[in-house]
C-alpha cells in the first residue's frame, strides 16, 4: 500500500485486487484494454489509486449484464438515456438466453423419461398421432450442401440443441444415391413456432399424423445411411413383419450418439418415425 498522505491512497495490484474481490489478472486485463489507470514506480511495480474502486465496481454490474471489456466505453461513455437503452436491449438477450437454457432442461427432462423405459424395454413400437415437423437439410452422404439459405440458419438451428435434433431424412421411394436420404435438423413445428426459431424456404416441412414410431436403445448401425435409404433398417423390417408398407417420407430422429475409445459408433438411441398404410 502506497502510504502517500496527500491523496487517496494507491494500492499495490494484489491488495487493490483483494479490496474489491477481484484477481490480479482481472486488473492487468481491465488496464491493458484502457479502463482503468495504474501508476508505475520507478523499480516497475503498479499501483492503483482508490477512487479507481468505483470503476471497477462499476464494470462488474456492466459485466453481469454480458458486456464484454471491449464494449465497456460504450455504456460508459454516454448519457443515461443512452445507457439504458443499450441495458435494455441486454435484459432482452438475457431473457431469450432463459427461455432457450429453461428449453434445453425440459428437453433433458423429457429424455430422461425416455430414457427410462427404454431401459426396461430398449426396442419398442407405437402406432400414434405425430404432430407435425420441419427439417432443415445439411449434409448428404457425402459432403455439406452448399446452399446459402441452409448457411443463414445453421447458426440458430444449431444453438437451439437438443429442442432442434440431429435427424435423418429418409424420402419415399427407390434408393437414388445422395438425393434419398439427407443429415440435418428436426424439430416440431410447434416448438419452432414458440421460440421463434427461423425459418425460410430451405426448411421442409413433415405433416406426418398417424404413424409408425420405432424406439430404440442399443440398436446396431441405427443411423447408417444406407440401410435406412434402402429399407433395410430395422424400422422398416418391423413395418413389414406387423402387414404395413411406408406410405411417406420418414425421420429418423437421433437422440444420443455415443463412439467407444477407438472412436467406433456405440449402438444409437433415437426414434424412427414412418407413416404407414395396411398392405
Sequence with gaps: MDH????????????FARGLGVTADFLKHYQESGLLDVHRTPSGYRYYAFEQSA??????????YGVSVREMREYTDCDPERAMALLGERTREMRRTIERLQAIVDEEEALE???????KC???WEIREVEPYVFLRHTNDRAFLEDKRIRELLRDWCAWLPVTKSAMLVKLG?????????????????????????????????KFGRVFVLHFYGLEDAFE?????????????LVRELGFRVAGDGLLINEMRLTDKTGQPRPGLGRFILPVERV
Design 4 to 15: 502517500d498522505k496527500r491523496g487517496p491512497k494507491r494500492y499495490r495490484i494484489g491488495d
Design 55 to 64: 470503476r471497477v465496481i462499476d464494470y462488474l454490474r456492466l459485466r453481469n
Design 113 to 119: 423419461r425416455w430414457f427410462e423405459a427404454r431401459r
Design 122 to 124: 430398449p426396442i419398442d
Design 174 to 206: 427407390p434408393c437414388e444415391g445422395a438425393d434419398t436420404v439427407h443429415w440435418g435438423f428436426a424439430v416440431p413445428e410447434r416448438l419452432l413456432e414458440r421460440y421463434g426459431i427461423p425459418r425460410n424456404d430451405a426448411v421442409e416441412r413433415l
Design 225 to 237: 445411411m444406407r440401410a435406412a435409404a434402402e429399407g433395410r433398417h430395422a424400422a422398416h423390417a
